[in-house]
């Protein structure tokens, strides 16, 4: 869904709008329901398109309450989460008992493997970016630990976030290729990852103490993928913690340090294969400036996480490429 898409209840018969803008919700975001104050003259319209690994959704709706509910999460096919910008009037939130009161340029973060209620007493627009929990968790150190943790879009860090996001989603009507919509992606969830970085340093407990070192192997991991020697003890010496340490932030996340790395430079890879700025670099140079010794194991291992070898992806994407510029 890489080209925007419009769904609204003003093309379906009055007493079938509540069901139908549900379905809309639900193949959009998550599993959820909504009830309108007035179902009678319910109305609502959303906005869709996914940018890389994220899905965008503006929704405006009347006033309603949406649940999510255990019964919803058991028919879920996907963990995410639920980044929320409020863009018009303002909505609460509540969450493992904690409520959330977002104004215009506010937005926090929301679990979809937990109950959730949203409410609003009058029409809202609100922005919500999906993303999986395991591309979040490589941005913001333990995640799960900021959630309902709202970030003030008037002044500071947050506001810069929230201002550049919405203009970004205001200006993807124009057709992203391949090799554009992963570096706006990347850009989105780098800005997430500040704005909670902020938050994350001015609260005194041991938790987002954690998130906040976890966030910083995070970034240190980003910046020397190109270094071959990358490994946990070179984490740890670098940012003066033991590797047992290291390893005890991402125990959380069914991963370890090393598998991380990996990950990680596999999809830097596949985004450098898909990106058409980078069509003159060979697949051997592109693996060994991510720290690959070798394109025959670069390649195995690209084949078994991607289901196709380097040179077929990127033949593939560039095929796709072509035809998103046809359209335009």
Known sequence: MNQREMLSTD??????????????????????AAE?????????????????DLRFVELTSDAAVVRHSRAHIARSDGSYYLIRFQLGRESVCSQGGDDVRLQAGDFSLCDT??????????????????????????????????????VSGSIGTGAMVSRVIREIWNSSDIALGPGVAPRCANVVLELIASAYLGVARGMADGSCLASTLRLRIVDFIDQALCDPELS????AEALK??????????????????QYILQRRLEKCRAALADPL????????????????????????????????????RREAATVDLSSQDKQ
Do not use: M
């Not at 309108?36 to 890389?52: K, Y």
């Open 11 to 32: 093309t379906v018969l009055p007493r079938r709008r509540v069901e139908f803008w549900n379905d809309a919700a639900c193949d959009s975001l998550t599993q959820q």
């Open 36 to 52: 309108p104050l007035n179902p009678r003259t319910f109305s609502g319209r959303l906005i869709r398109a996914d940018i890389g």
């Open 113 to 150: 493997a937990r109950p959730y209620q949203l409410a609003f007493n009058c029409p809202v627009s609100i922005l919500t970016v999906r993303v999986a929990k395991n591309v979040l968790q490589r941005y913001v150190g333990s995640p799960e630990r900021l959630v309902h943790v709202s």
């Open 232 to 235: 946990p003890l070179v984490v």
């Open 241 to 258: 913690i033991s590797s047992r340490h290291v390893h005890r932030l991402f125990t959380h996340d069914g991963s370890t340090v090393t």
């Open 278 to 313: 980078l069509a003159g670099l060979s697949v051997t140079h592109i693996c060994s400036e991510y720290g690959f010794r070798s394109l025959q194991h670069f390649s195995r291992l690209f084949r078994e996480a991607y289901g196709l070898a380097p040179r077929d992806y």
